[in-house]
């Protein structure tokens, strides 16, 4: 009998631990889901931290705080109307620390605010230049406070204009239109893949060089006076497109970090260039000019590049082998494959040497060549005398890029 | 109660009890500080390993560790209550690692004490049964973490494991690595320890080798796995590789919060290696008085262990922390591991001498 009521009680209490009961409960009616967060350099004092909230209405005791559904118009008349935006509301708190700024938060908000399903981590340029950047981040990313998985963006202007100017698009919620809006640039490869644990271990120092997703407000300015803008169809900056949308906030190209600080802005082209090099490119167009007009080319990359760092020389040499697939409609009688080919393999190579260059003079290694060069050493000891960050700089590249041409279905060699 | 342990169950047994770090902290421990190149060494380990295995297989032939202890005469009791000592504080340091996961994972507002107070007692029954019904709890729960684990590594390891991670290669050095991997090698002769159970099963010696061959390739794939997730200079412990690779990885891309699913199975591990863990030292400190039955001592055991596991890291008293950290208690394990070589020397001298009488 003591031996089946042990048994009986030595499940229950197993259970009981591992559910913990009311100990942790909090009630949904009680927290708020933040979407979005942002840093910016506060005025009077180092950080200033804005909450993108979903506007909850006074009678969403039921509603709760768990969805985004922009809701109601109760929002009181006096309060600062730019921070009330399509249902969303912004909550904005000043402090010398990322912890201060989370107190104050709790003082502000009647329910306890919830990060662990933001969308993303907005900062401005000169947030990140000020230096507080990586122990905010140290911060925000204790156990179970915020989302590993966000995205992380580098505002051009201040971060709080992003966060305002978001617009849920096309009947949407802001957060569903987030995703697929950072699911299709994704897509053409035109932004960085930036999780924000991911650009936190880089700030740290392990690996290649952080990289963030460039936002900017795009005001529509770019339709009446050129901004940007290159020779390829993506050779823009966030800010700078030549487009006019319900949806002024623009995510394009990529803000390359050396250390903590921001050192580079990538355009959408060479943004797709650097994804070609670390594999993750997916699709996109290039343009390959010649003498009378344009031919627009499709990439896609369906092998991993080959990157090999060679030390044996006074100088290293670094060697990016990339075999991509393009996609035309090819008319063979106007034109030859074979030279349009051609034409697209020289204008490759040519500007990602490019690129390569670029990188190598802002100091920054984005592509992990220095996990590359690490290969060549056996020992910590072996790979400190290489001393590869004064060797960097000296090191010379050698891209080759290999293309297949499938023009009208068929595959030319 | 069928105190009879099947092959199966005492080889999830011995399995769980290799890789839950229960053994770990004492031996493999250098490796913590090999960090990427750690898979060198634990690769070194598993092959002196299995020797170290074999050997400790044939020095207890035809007995047990309590019967080679007996052969020590006097000191047979100091031997078996050393033992008991040091399987109580790699218990405790055991116990430390569930009550910081959970804490961490799954009930960070829940007051430790409390959470100690709760898993000791289910603990307690665990042990005041024996090791049979714990070697059963655990072989229900080894098929669903072995699962999980792969299931982890096939998420985790094909978009983001990088072949530059593993290198340098050798990492602070090939002599420094053939080191910890020797030392590590050392774990392994745990198995004449934890073959107290060789009486009650069929093919213990089999079963015993095929636990350390299963161990050691768990081990190897969690430090390789780690390696390539991890770019060198990786801040997070590499202590206990099966379950940091799916904290740290990356890979909720696919599966968010995998970390508080895997805990689910990791805990039930933990709990049982800490129930066998407290167990053995009963039954040690049990031979050391002289007692058949060692049951009465689980409850003060159980206090002790509460004392030792309840405060947090921060707020342990200096002993404590000593204990804990500082590790140096690994001396403790030096005497036990050598009693069985010493009572075979014991018995050869016996044997050499009634040979010439």
């Not at chain 1, 506007?55 to 922009?70: A, C, I, L, R």
């Not at chain 1, 030390?311 to 008319?331: C, F, H, K, M």
């Not at chain 2, 044939?58 to 399987?87: I, K, N, V």
């Not at chain 2, 320890?193 to 969690?222: D, W």
Request: with cysteine; proline share 5%.
């Amino acid at each position: 009998m003591l031996k089946r009521l042990l048994c009986f009680l030595l499940p229950s209490l197993l259970a009981l631990c591992l559910c913990g009961g009311c100990q942790d409960a909090r009630a949904a009616s009680s927290q708020i889901l933040a979407l979005n967060v942002g840093l910016d350099v506060g005025e009077s004092r180092a950080i200033r931290l804005t909450v993108q909230l979903p506007e909850v209405g006074s009678s969403g005791s039921g509603g709760g705080g768990g969805s985004d559904n922009p809701s109601g118009s109760d929002t009181p008349s006096r309060v600062d109307q730019s921070l009330v935006q399509n249902g969303y509301v912004l909550t904005q708190v000043e402090g010398d620390t990322v912890a201060d700024c989370l107190t104050m938060l709790t003082t502000a908000l009647p329910r306890e605010v919830t990060f662990l399903h933001i969308r993303g981590l907005y900062f401005s340029e000169s947030f990140a230049r000020s230096g507080l950047l990586f122990q905010s981040l140290t911060a925000l990313l204790q156990p179970r406070l915020t989302r590993p998985g966000a995205t992380v963006y580098l505002c051009l202007g201040k971060a709080e204009d992003v966060l305002k100017a978001q617009t849920p698009f096309l009947g949407t919620r802001l957060s569903k239109s987030q995703d697929s809006r950072q699911q299709e640039l994704q897509s053409i490869s035109v932004v960085p893949d930036a999780l924000l644990v991911e650009v936190y271990n880089r700030l740290l120092g392990q690996g290649a060089d952080a990289v963030a997703v460039l936002a900017a407000v795009n005001n529509g300015n770019a339709m009446e006076a050129s901004l940007g803008g290159g020779e390829q169809p993506a050779d823009y900056l966030a800010g700078e497109l030549p487009y006019n949308s319900i949806s002024p906030v623009s995510y394009f190209g990529s803000a390359v970090f050396r250390g903590a600080q921001p050192a580079l802005f990538l355009t959408g082209y060479e943004t797709q260039l650097m994804n070609l090099c670390l594999g993750n490119f997916q699709q996109g167009t290039i343009e390959v000019r010649d003498e009378s007009a344009g031919r627009s080319l499709s990439l896609h990359q369906n092998k991993a590049p080959s990157i090999s760092v060679d030390l044996d020389g006074e100088t290293p040499l670094v060697r990016i082998r990339l075999e991509l697939e393009a996609s035309a409609y090819v008319n063979t009688q106007l034109e030859d494959p074979q030279l349009l080919r051609q034409r697209a393999e020289a204008l490759l190579t040519e500007d990602l040497t490019q690129l390569l260059l670029r990188l190598q003079q802002a100091g920054c290694d984005p592509l992990d060549l220095e996990g590359h060069a690490r290969m060549h050493a056996l020992t910590n000891r072996q790979w400190q005398q290489m001393e590869w960050d004064l060797a960097y700089p000296s090191a010379c590249f050698s891209v080759q890029v290999q293309l297949t041409l499938r023009a009208n279905a068929a595959t030319i060699p | 109660m069928n105190n009879r342990i099947g092959e199966h169950e005492l080889l999830v047994l011995l399995t769980g009890l290799f890789i839950s770090q229960l053994l770990i902290p004492g031996s493999l421990a250098p490796v913590d500080y090999a960090a990427n190149a750690a898979w060198v060494s634990v690769l070194l380990s598993m092959v002196l390993g299995l020797g170290f295995a074999l050997i400790s297989a044939w020095l207890l032939r035809g007995g047990d560790y309590f019967s080679a202890c007996d052969l020590l005469g006097r000191a047979s009791g100091l031997f078996s209550g050393l033992l008991g000592l040091l399987f109580l504080v790699l218990t405790a340091v055991c116990f430390r690692g569930l009550l910081d996961t959970l804490e961490a994972y799954i009930l960070s507002l829940t007051p430790r004490a409390l959470l100690a107070g709760l898993l000791l007692l289910c603990l307690l029954p665990g042990c005041f049964f024996g090791s049979a019904p714990i070697s059963r709890m655990l072989s229900f729960y080894a098929p669903f973490a072995s699962l999980l684990f792969l299931a982890v590594l096939l998420l985790a390891l094909p978009h983001n494991a990088k072949l530059t991670n593993l290198f340098p290669l050798f990492g602070d050095g090939a002599r420094r690595l053939a080191i910890d991997g020797s030392i590590g090698a050392v774990s392994y002769l745990w198995l004449f320890v934890l073959l107290i159970e060789r009486r009650r099963c069929k093919r213990p010696l089999r079963t015993g080798l095929l636990s350390v061959a299963l161990s050691a390739l768990f081990l190897f794939v969690g430090y390789l796995s780690y390696s390539l997730l991890n770019a060198p200079g990786s801040p997070s412990e590499t202590s206990a590789p099966l379950q940091q690779i799916t904290t740290f990885s990356g890979y909720w891309r696919f599966f968010q919060r995998t970390q508080s699913v895997f805990v689910f199975a990791w805990a039930p591990l933990l709990l049982c290696a800490s129930a066998a863990g407290l167990c053995y030292c009963g039954r040690c400190l049990g031979h050391a008085f002289g007692m058949e039955d060692p049951r009465p001592l689980f409850l003060p055991l159980g206090v002790v262990l509460l004392c030792l596991a309840a405060p947090s890291t921060e707020r342990a008293p200096v002993w404590l922390r000593f204990v804990i950290e500082q590790k140096a208690w690994r001396a403790l394990s030096l005497p036990p591991l050598l009693a069985p070589l010493i009572a075979w020397s014991l018995r050869q001298r016996k044997a050499r001498r009634q040979t010439h009488a």
